[in-house]
């Protein structure tokens, strides 16, 4: 997850749009990498900002004490 390398989450039907757009219709690993690489290419999704690692010792904290 913090391999140095920016993620973005994306809405799941905006990437298929774009792929019935793009005539990618079928639906393999190899073609919904390919989808989603263009879609970041074209449409440069702004990356999210992940919780620092206190953040999410805390969260995992909470819940468990919930």
């Known amino acids: 997850m913090r391999a ?3 993620v973005s989450k994306l809405n799941p039907t905006r990437v298929r749009h774009f792929a019935k757009v793009s005539m990618k219709l ?5 073609i919904d ?3 989603l690489a263009a879609f970041g ?3 440069k999704p ?7 690692d ?3 010792e805390l ?3 909470v819940g ?3």
């Open 26 to 30: 079928a639906k393999t690993d190899a």
């Open 41 to 43: 290419a074209a449409l």
């Open 4 to 6: 140095g390398k920016a």
């Open 59 to 61: 969260s995992s904290l």
């Open 33 to 35: 990498a390919a989808v």
């Open 46 to 52: 702004k990356p999210d900002i992940l919780p620092a």
């Open 64 to 66: 468990r004490r919930e």
């Open 54 to 56: 206190w953040e999410l």
